[in-house]
């Protein structure tokens, strides 16, 4: 994806103030340059997937991310919602069947409006929309290729690359490329993906292993170290349990080595135990690849422009400013190294680019204390530092976790079981307590984690969380009723919100 603003140059050649490339929907809001007086143009080009896939303007977020995905846990949710339903009164006829292909058709026709909404969206603020991909030609030019061969060259004075990435295969695996599937694929199939084996142990792996579960598919995930690396490691274990008291098979400490399609058109998958060296077989109608992403850099031409990469990640190197090794080539979003791999920073960080570049303002995009949520069958929302971080961070004596299990209310009356329904707010021992990281576990994790980011982020302490009024009756109430501390090693379980 390209963008850019500035003068137009003789024939096919067309010279800017600004371009980048990346998700046209991170890149309109580096168009927001457009908003401040310049002209802009944006270049998106998506490359099918192996197995042929393709969509629309928007970035990996609204076609294949966040937005299907989202939708996709919420119709799981509802079936466990139809089926605490008779406990309310509600006579429901069971058993109660779901339909992929009608589930599809509308998450898919909801994301074809949002692509078609970004088209407007661009015209309405003029952005020029080039349907083209896009390399560096020089560190002031790129060169778009249409699907015909056609090519358009693009100048600017600055250049923004906000490609993102896509998902990883193993390739060393033999039958992995020509039989698995992806997140860029699960959520444009037509029929059912059936009995299904992610691959994986990130959000990813566990989102969409979650919501395939809730909506009655056999789903099993092979894990090979832990869960959700990189995330809090109680709350992970939490997670998993939940998943696997659910429905979700899990197999620990193994690695696919083949996948082999069958005569009858099944998978047969063959992977080892690391633990007891024993090979073991199944057959799956479906193979999902949830093993990490890699960045939009490599056709890029990125030697052409001097631009830098991390020569371990791929990744482009930046600083404070998300400059590059090339003071007027910017990189935002999951394309630099070592920021989030999160839609919204990506869009704020090309909102404050923007911002610096025309608009008169020296405001750099904080990348601390970002809240993020896994939506598993059981949502996990987290902000600030997990506990392990903390420790590392500053000592095990200068740490205090305050902790609880809780019981929703809606989980009474229908009789769910609350096991894994936790928080724990990691806080700094010495007065005043202030809150170094918050994690949910529970309904609606996402809206409460939300509203505390805030307080986080203003510096709040354990003391002035303590002292907010809850509303009740909510989950969220739990948060501002945490009393006690791990070190105390009292019982963290309460009653719950009733």
């Known amino acids: 994806v390209a963008m850019a603003a500035a003068l137009r140059g003789p024939g096919a050649r067309f010279r800017w103030r600004l371009a980048a490339a990346g998700g046209a929907r991170v890149a309109a809001r580096v168009a927001a340059a457009a908003q401040l007086g310049r002209r802009v143009a944006v270049v998106d080009y998506v490359e099918p997937s192996p197995r042929g896939t393709r969509w629309g303007l928007g970035g990996t977020c609204v076609n294949v991310g966040c937005i299907p995905k989202k939708l996709m846990h919420q119709a799981a949710l509802l079936g466990g919602m139809i089926r605490d339903a008779r406990h309310y009164g509600w006579e429901v006829a069971q058993p109660v069947q779901h339909s992929w292909r009608k589930m599809a058709e509308a998450v898919q026709n909801h994301v074809k409006s949002l692509n078609w909404g970004h088209r407007v969206q661009l015209q309405d603020r003029k952005v020029k929309y080039f349907n083209v991909k896009a390399s560096f030609v020089n560190e002031h030019t790129v060169c778009g290729v249409t699907k015909d061969g056609k090519e358009t060259l693009l100048s600017a004075d600055n250049i923004v690359i906000a490609t993102g990435g896509r998902p990883r295969y193993p ?9 698995g599937i992806t997140s860029d694929d699960i959520f444009w199939l037509k029929e059912s993906p059936g009995k299904t084996l992610v691959v994986g142990a990130s959000y990813v792996a566990l989102e969409c292993a979650g919501f395939l579960t809730g909506i009655g598919l056999d789903t099993t995930v092979m894990i090979r170290s832990i869960p959700l690396r990189g995330f809090d490691q109680q709350m992970s274990s939490l997670v ?4 696997a008291s659910h429905g979700t098979r899990f197999l620990r400490g193994c690695t696919p080595s083949q996948v082999r399609r069958l005569p009858a058109g099944r998978l047969q998958v063959t992977w080892e135990d690391r633990t007891s060296g024993k090979e073991d077989t199944d057959t799956f109608d ?15 031409n990125l030697e052409k422009s001097g631009v830098k990469t991390s020569p371990d990640s791929q990744k482009i190197l930046v600083d404070s400013r998300d400059a590059t090794s ?22 704020m960080a090309g909102r404050l680019l923007a911002q610096r570049l025309f608009g008169q303002s020296a405001a750099l995009m904080d990348y601390d204390n970002v809240p993020t949520t896994v939506f598993t069958p059981l949502e996990y929302g987290c902000v600030g530092l997990s506990e392990e971080e903390a420790v590392a961070r500053h000592g095990q004596e200068h740490v205090e976790v305050y902790h609880a299990y809780y019981k929703p209310l809606e989980f009474t009356v ?13 806080c700094l021992r010495e007065p ?4 170094l990281g918050l994690h949910f576990l529970g309904p609606n994790a996402g809206e409460v984690t939300q509203g505390f980011a805030l ?3 203003c510096g709040a302490s354990y003391a ?12 969220s109430e739990e948060v501002v009723r945490l009393r006690i501390s791990k070190r105390s090693g009292l019982d963290p379980t309460v009653t719950g919100c009733g």
């Open 171 to 179: 390739t060393h695996i033999e039958g992995a490329l020509e039989y």
């Open 240 to 243: 998993t349990e939940h998943m």
């Open 286 to 300: 479906t193979v999902l690849w949830a093993v990490g992403r890699v960045p939009e850099t490599r056709s890029l």
């Open 326 to 347: 090339v003071p007027h080539i910017y990189a935002i979003g999951d394309v630099a190294e070592g920021r989030p791999e999160l839609t919204p920073t990506a869009i």
């Open 414 to 426: 229908a009789e769910r079981d609350a096991s894994q329904c936790y928080i724990k707010m990691v």
């Open 432 to 435: 005043p307590q202030l809150v």
């Open 455 to 457: 307080g986080i982020r």
């Open 464 to 475: 002035q969380v303590m002292r907010t009024v809850g509303i009740h009756p909510t989950c």
